[in-house]
């Protein structure tokens, strides 16, 4: 059995604006970083140019506007820019003389602001504007673009491939770590749907149970495709790979999947080191690698992808 998006950055032609999948870097719930938005845009504009109570309606009909999009299912910044900046001029009732009397900015200023929050929320070291936002815990990077992903792997041989390079470390971690979590929010949706249409929900035997918090947190590989959070392995071990005792075919299955993309004496022998023949505690570079290979592919990743 082989048995989605992941964060994303690509160029945007529009107003010069990376569009970036933000599903990953700020997941649901979106309130608090709607709140942090509303704090941080009122700051940015008090210290810009001077206290006004202006800034207050700006950056709470930025924050509203903001969860509203989040919530309607809107992840993509260069959209919720444009939205931001064209609907703070009629939502809720304000018109732009309301909002923007007495401040030195527009809606389209207020919409680069918010953008920028957004670039330096999630860990981009340039931002327009020269845009600073102290005291604001940056997220990461988000580093995987969305179009290269569906480019680099668009057919099964491809990401077969994909498998391979990961087993022989030529991938880096953060990418590997984007398309697992991306791969297992497309199981878990492709699971949804089929329980609305009548079926019956899997369970641990014959399919994935990992929640969206938990796939939001996954890190398995360092950037080097090393050894990463042992938490996120653990998780992998205990909420997605099938267990030898529960799913035996589909435990032997997984690793016939590495012994192909891996050849059977590197994978036998990087068996031999894995912590369950050894006892060991600590994980091994080939148990990370082959852990998240044999993830990927139980979630479909060769047959579908994300």
Same mark, same amino acid.
């Given at each position: 059995m082989f048995p989605a998006r992941s964060p994303f950055i690509r160029p945007s032609t529009r107003l010069g604006v990376q569009t970036i999948d933000l599903n990953i870097k700020l997941p649901p719930p979106h309130e608090e970083e709607s709140s942090l938005i509303s704090h941080h845009i009122s700051l940015h504009l008090n210290q810009s140019w001077y206290p006004h109570p202006s800034h207050t309606l700006i950056s709470s009909q930025v924050s509203t506007l903001y969860l509203d999009?989040?919530?309607?299912?809107?992840?993509?910044?260069? /959209?919720?820019?444009?939205?931001?900046?064209?609907?703070?001029?009629?939502?809720?009732?304000?018109?732009?003389?309301?909002?923007?009397?007495?401040s030195f900015v527009n809606s389209w200023d207020v919409g680069n602001i918010f953008s920028d929050y957004i670039m330096y929320r999630i860990g981009d070291e340039e931002v327009g504007c020269n845009?600073?936002?102290?005291?604001?815990?940056?997220?990461?990077?988000?580093v995987v673009g969305v179009d290269e992903v569906l480019t680099k792997y668009g057919n099964e041989f491809e990401r077969q491939n994909f498998l391979r390079r990961v087993m022989e470390g030529e991938v880096e971690g953060e990418e590997v770590n984007g398309v697992l979590r991306g791969t297992l929010r497309r199981w878990n949706r492709e699971e949804e749907g089929r329980v609305e249409k009548g079926g019956k929900k899997k369970d641990r035997e014959d399919g994935i149970v990992i929640t969206e918090e938990e796939i939001s947190t996954l890190k398995p590989l360092s950037s080097a495709c090393g050894v990463g959070d042992s938490n996120s392995l653990s998780a992998l071990y205990s909420l997605v790979l099938p267990s030898e005792s529960e799913n035996i075919d589909a435990y032997e299955s997984m690793w016939d999947i590495v012994k192909v993309v891996y050849g059977e004496e590197a994978t036998r022998n990087g068996m031999k080191g894995c912590r369950e023949?050894?006892?060991? /505690?600590?994980?091994?570079?080939? /148990?990370a690698r082959s852990a998240v290979v044999r993830a990927l592919a139980w979630a479909d990743w060769i047959g579908v992808g994300m």
């Open positions: 999009l989040r919530n309607k299912g809107v992840h993509d910044l260069n /959209e919720l820019m444009t939205t931001i900046s064209e609907d703070l001029t009629d939502k809720g009732g304000m018109t732009q003389t309301d909002i923007f009397d007495g845009t600073k936002f102290e005291g604001l815990e940056r997220v990461g990077r988000v023949e050894t006892g060991e /505690e600590e994980w091994g570079v080939f /148990e």
